[in-house]
């Protein structure tokens, strides 16, 4: 049976072969960080489209150009390659399976561990000895030892930090960047026990520039938690601070500028017109939701939710305001939304603010088109949507243009120029 010292061996010589489950956003940049610092890496996804698309070098991820992927996907022949598989017992081969896979929530906003379950079943199906597991999909703390790790002793009675190695290490990826990438961007890693920590903490050495070990996985698993909710805390206090100045007739870009120049206490929030994307408006929930099972309500993370989820009603209310100014009624005006992804320069429409302002302008009968060069299209609420071919043709028809997504390809003269009616939500102009 291979001893902890003969899999650390492999990991620092990278000769380790590794499984990434979960070829999205999460897992297709950090499979080509590994591919990158010279391991062998099996992708597995049960979508077979993006098997394809990776095996042929085309990459449907932003943050990974194709000629980046193309230079280390192809058959298994050796380290530093990439093959993508729908078939786990690929499992069979390998020394490391990270699990990135989707943790959304359902419509009563609890946790839906499906995905995870799945994957977490196939992994113990393939399990063997000297293997270590690492979870990076958000989840709420408790979930690495009270959900996964039941799964894995099953197999044949291994014993965890022994006959195998699990720990979980929260993704930190913020599409759309390249300051702060998979391998610059510090990560956090906690161990079932002690051994499970060196393992995974040796493999991530490998590829990341700099490791941060915790306590534990439960440590880990709220370390995310604090990191988003952080965010949607005070993005929901800065909104709040919007609806004030309106009500008081203050600039609030003024006044957030000006509270921005405080060189301590302060951290510079903007108010907009929501959240959106695959961490804010969901993580935070994972929280108030194990809270709950523990008779304690989440108070502040409530509160934010609310005023977050509110934002979209208030900048449509806006609208209705404007076109009130120059004796037009919402109902069967043009309104053009400039931008429908969730933030600037990246494709991605999970839970735009966007979708909702167009379903509540729709909703009252306005004639609601969209243009966004980063989204030729999207489906919402059973409906299908195509960005306008011609953005300047479609800001001289519209009767109002929102400015949803500041997006750096948009030449904001133009618009300002062309638009006869402008309801800016992200004060670009």
Known sequence: MPDKEFLLQKIKNRDAKLAVIGLGYVGLPLAVAFAKNGFQVFGIDVDEGK????????????????????????QPTGPGRIFATTDFSVLTQVDVAIICVPTPLNKTRDPDVRYLIAAGESVARYLHPGMLVILESTTYPGTTEELLLPMLEQKETYQVGVDFFLAFSPERIDPGRSDWTVENTPKVVGGVTEACLEMATALYEQAIDRVVPVSSPAAAEMTKLLENTFRAVNIALVNEIALMCDKLGLDVWEIVDAAATKPYGFMKFTPGPGVGGHCIPLDPHY???????????????????????????????????ALNDVEKP?????????????????????????????????????DVRYH????????????????EPNLERALTEADCVVIVTDHSAYDWQMVSKRARLLVDTRHVL
């Open 287 to 321: 929280l108030s939701w194990k809270l709950k099972t523990l008779n304690y309500n989440a108070r502040f993370i409530q509160l934010a939710g609310e005023i977050n989820s509110d934002m979209p009603r208030y900048w449509v209310e806006k609208v209705q305001d």
């Open 330 to 366: 919402v109902k069967n005006s043009r309104i053009l939304v400039l931008g429908v992804s969730y933030k600037k320069d990246v494709d991605d429409v999970r839970e735009s603010p966007a979708l909702d302002i167009i379903a509540l302008l729709q909703e009252k009968g306005a």
């Open 51 to 74: 098997v394809s698309a990776i095996n042929r070098g085309e990459s449907y991820v932003n943050d990974v150009p194709s000629e980046k992927l193309m230079r280390w996907t192809g």
């Open 372 to 387: 966004d060069p980063f989204v030729p299209s999207f489906s919402y609420n059973g409906l299908s949507f195509t960005s």
